[in-house]
């Protein structure tokens, strides 16, 4: 059983940083495809970044494009996001998702992903 734990969620003001974990036990990270969601107060959850398991191939939701970076550490069994110049609009409990998968392409539904973090809070003020 993969299970996923986030961290490093908080409260930030507009145009400052955080950066959010992903820590992964039960499996190696490697067998998996690795994207953040986000949802908001009264919203859908939202697509927001993936990598490949290589982590080669990225893709990001044009919201945060040049703001939001993923990456992954395999030997760590960990996956980060670093947010940068955020925006109230970002406010919102992002969660980690893990799909098995050995394809490069990047699916954006959640209904893909077999196994997710609780989430953790990110809060930026105006």
């Known amino acids: 059983q993969v299970q996923l734990v986030e961290c490093g969620g908080g409260f930030v003001r507009a145009g400052g940083s955080l950066r959010v974990s992903c820590i992964v036990s039960?499996?190696?990270?490697?067998?998996?495809?690795m994207s953040w969601f986000r949802q908001a107060p009264g919203k859908e959850r939202e697509f927001v970044v993936g990598i490949v398991r290589a982590g080669t191939v990225r893709v990001y939701a044009d919201s945060v494009k040049g703001r939001f970076t993923i990456s992954r550490d395999n030997a760590k069994n960990e996956v980060y996001l670093q947010m940068n110049s955020l925006r109230p609009e970002d406010t919102a409990v992002y969660f980690c998702?893990?799909?098995?998968?050995?394809?490069?392409?990047?699916?954006?539904?959640?209904?893909?992903?077999?196994?997710w973090g609780q989430g953790t809070q990110v809060t930026v003020s105006s």
């Open positions: 998702a893990a799909r098995f998968a050995r394809t490069t392409v990047i699916l954006k539904d959640d209904d893909d992903y077999q196994y």
């Open positions: 039960g499996r190696s990270l490697t067998d998996y495809q």
